[in-house]
């Protein structure tokens, strides 16, 4: 993000809507702007992901960065492993790892794994709509997944978990994360190939960003009273929904059915 930061003027707002691990490599959305007050409504949006692991070992970290203990398991078979998956495509609870930006206490989990500690976690709920074996290579002790699920979705634990009702261990050798709601890897491009001409060119319009939430649009009257912040009639609609007058994004707007009010005007009156 840095890198991206130094090429936009000065004083420019920039922030990001979910990090990636050092070791994951794929989609990180960026936004820039005004558009910094939307990072919310994509923050929490399904991922996929593409998942490597090598079987029979583990690591302190759940992936290649840690420590590696060997175990010399097996490798499971192809057949297990579809058997144990459907137990996972569920909604679940999930430990975080002691490596992970967790606070507990005021402190990152990740400081305190670095000094060799370990302190009790939470389970928390999330949601694995499809874990999917794509690839198995048992001379490397290796399979390969594909997933989508929830946003907060610890990937390295859910391969340790299934590894261990294989009765096996496993970590993570790579991550890839190929989506984040409706936006794609495919339409994405690499911080490498950016410059400061060309940089225009690669941002998406605002309204782009949050186009999975329901669309209102508006009259020009109706507009004016958007951009001041004011309620606005929003029969039908509830929860948060967009706002647009034309091709412009106004802002969004949360509704109970009947009446919509403001969560963020993009364009003051």
Known sequence: MAGIKRLLPRKTKIG?????????SGLLVLVIGRATRLSRYVTGLDKTYTATARFGAIS??????????????PMPTEAAIQAAIPQFTADIQQIPPMASAIKIGGERLYAMHRRGETVERQAR????????????????????????CTSGTYVRSLISDLAETL????????LRRNSVGHLTLETATTPQTLTPDC???????TRCLVEHLPLLKVSD??????????????EGFTGSFRVENGDELLGIYTADGVVGRAEVVLCAG
């Open 167 to 174: 009765h096996s261990g496993a970590y993570l050798t790579a």
């Open 60 to 73: 302190d970290s759940l992936d290649a960065d840690g420590n590696i203990t060997e175990l010399n398991t």
């Open 221 to 234: 009257d109706v507009g004016w009273d958007v951009r001041s912040g004011r309620k606005i009639q929003a």
């Open 16 to 24: 990001h809507t979910g990090t990636l691990d050092p070791l994951a």
């Open 125 to 148: 709920p999330v949601t694995i709509h499809k874990l999917e074996l794509t690839h198995l290579d048992t001379l490397a002790n290796s399979a390969t997944f594909h997933i989508h």
């Open 199 to 205: 940089l225009k060119n690669h941002i998406i319009q």
